[in-house]
């Protein structure tokens, strides 16, 4: 039998709608992917001040469980001694011996981590308006995940191990070096060490920065980035390699939630938003308009 048809008012004949369905499974295809909008410069500064705020808050939330902590970071430095990795107290030493060197690693800590992240968005906001959704969605899932992971497994930094040689080197170079030690360590969960945001939003900027710069010493750069964060990281002895490595986790998860949801790495949308026009009609809308009768003679 033929499809249903209604006849209208207008003595035109109109096929009767049908669900669009796959002709070969005869399943609903599934949804397309997400299109990237132009973002709106208002709503970004509003949405990255929340979530910072949200972040920090629900960071700081999370109990401090030192012993579990403590018990965790004894866990993976002996995990790393029989890896024949456990590097992190002798790069500790050694860069602690350079005043200058270790100073700089500091402040170095402090603040870039938040610096050159704001930077990227920026750059990705005022160049590539067609790819900053995506990307910002990366950097947002990664964190998301992270927080999670400071509520399932706590762990103290190397700095705060017991019966380690490590040196916290804000505290001997009286330095403005990090959150979580000096007169600011009570303003900060000092035992949210696993992942490393450090790594997950260096690693973030440093391979937008190589993917999207056409400066050959800015993608240079980019790929710099990341590697001098591991090891200031390391050097400060905020953390073990292996958060790094949890960072890097994390951030791989946000890069495949970002291709789910977009259908394309962000990095692979076009360059700028396409202005909104008329889409193209399927065969089955055109199949559903009017179709007119023949004039009687």
């Not at 509003?46 to 629900?58: N, Q, R």
């Not at 005022?126 to 950097?139: D, E, F, N, Q």
Request: contains cysteine; aromatic residues 12%.
């Amino acid at each position: 039998m033929g499809d249903p048809t209604v006849t209208t008012l207008d003595g035109q004949v109109e096929a009767a709608a049908q669900p669009v369905a796959d002709k070969t499974t005869g399943r609903r295809p599934l949804p397309r992917p997400r299109t990237p909008r132009r973002p709106r410069l208002w709503f970004e500064i509003l949405l990255i001040a929340v979530s910072y705020w949200t972040y920090s808050l629900v960071r700081n939330a999370v109990p401090e469980q030192r012993s579990e902590a403590l018990r965790n970071a004894d866990w993976i430095w002996r995990l790393e001694e029989r890896l024949g990795l456990a590097f992190e107290e002798s790069v500790n030493q050694a860069v602690n011996s350079v005043t200058w060197l270790i100073v700089g690693m500091n402040y170095y800590y402090a603040t870039l981590h938040f610096v050159v992240t704001l930077g990227v968005l920026v750059w990705l906001y005022r160049s590539h308006p067609g790819r900053y959704a995506a990307t910002r969605l990366v950097l947002f899932t990664t964190t998301g995940i992270a927080l999670v992971g400071y509520y399932l497994y706590p762990l103290a930094p190397p700095r705060l191990m017991n019966g380690q040689d490590f040196i916290d080197t804000v505290m001997v170079h009286q330095t403005w070096g990090s959150m979580a030690s000096g007169d600011l360590k009570n303003m900060s969960n000092q035992y949210a060490a696993m992942p490393s945001m450090h790594i997950g939003w260096s690693v973030w900027c440093g391979l937008t920065i190589f993917a999207l710069a056409t400066v050959p010493w800015a993608r240079v750069l980019g790929l710099v980035y990341p590697a001098a964060t591991l090891v200031v990281i390391v050097a400060t002895a905020n953390h073990f390699w292996l958060d790094a490595v949890g960072g890097v986790v994390c951030l791989a998860v946000g890069y495949g939630i970002a291709l789910a949801w977009y259908g394309r790495q962000p990095y692979a949308l076009p360059r700028r938003v396409p202005e909104p026009r008329e889409p193209a009609r399927e065969p089955e809308e055109r199949a559903r308009e009017p179709i007119p009768l023949p004039k009687q003679g």
